[in-house]
């Protein structure tokens, strides 16, 4: 009885080895992309590829970031959490609580869907930038699984906070991003869209254009120092 119970803890051990090791390896790919400047669709393809399932980065706004699936996967792309949450507004407060500050990655079952989902906020600072999502879907998904997404998660968040410091001294350079509309002087409108986002502006949406002329600048820099 003692063997037995020796061997079976044994084989725990190892399995519990196992899984640290190939955690540490996840780790270890993911962040040797982002020392070698991968981008975005780099990254979710190699998330993508680890876990063996889809995988789908979406902002607040339910904008797809980036999207990869591992090769033996012939579905559709998984729909954004935020239409799920417009189809179902049951879920529209769920989904919500994910850009809360909250670091933990954990299964949701989706109204609508047959399979679990994997979802893991992307936190810079105080902010949620996106959400990480894996659909189980060709495989299920592991508590090393979970452990994963979340430090990929982590991950990802390095990759956006790169991205954003590069568009801010974009921005410094090129000037301010409305002016920059007002002149058409953008590439396309997505890039244009994507200079918006992390700005934490929705193009998206209908915007309205307020252009004021001051006939008297002098009186208003006046007024502008007594307040």
Not at 4 to 12: F, N, P
Not at 78 to 106: C, M, N, S, W, Y
Not at 113 to 140: D, F, K, Y
Not at 151 to 178: C, I, K, S
């Amino acid at each position: 009885a003692l063997q037995c119970r020796t061997e079976r803890a044994l084989k725990e051990l190892h399995r519990s080895l196992d899984s640290i090791a190939r955690l540490r390896d996840i780790q270890e790919r993911l962040t040797e992309l982002v020392l070698r400047g991968a981008k975005l669709p780099s990254l979710t393809a190699a998330i993508a590829t680890l876990v063996e399932n889809p995988v789908l980065l979406e902002d607040r706004y339910g904008t797809v970031l980036s999207a990869g699936a591992p090769s033996d996967w012939s579905g559709p792309e998984p729909v954004t959490l935020a239409q799920l949450a417009k189809q179902e507004r049951a879920f529209e407060r769920e989904i919500g609580e994910l850009f809360q500050l909250d670091h933990r990655a954990h299964l949701l079952t989706v109204p609508g869907e047959e399979r679990l989902r994997l979802v893991a906020p992307v936190i810079v600072g105080n902010e949620t930038l996106a959400v990480l999502s894996v659909t189980q879907a060709l495989r299920v998904l592991s508590d090393l699984d979970i452990l994963a997404v979340q430090g990929a998660a982590t991950v990802v968040a390095l990759v956006l906070m790169r991205e954003r410091a590069v568009l801010e001294t974009e921005r410094r350079l090129q000037g301010d991003l409305l002016g920059d509309i007002l002149t058409g002087k953008f590439e396309s409108e997505e890039d244009l869209n994507r200079r918006a986002r992390f700005l934490g502006y929705n193009l998206l949406h209908p915007h309205v254009l307020l252009v004021v002329s001051i006939d008297d600048s002098e009186l208003l820099v006046k007024f502008g120092e007594r307040e």
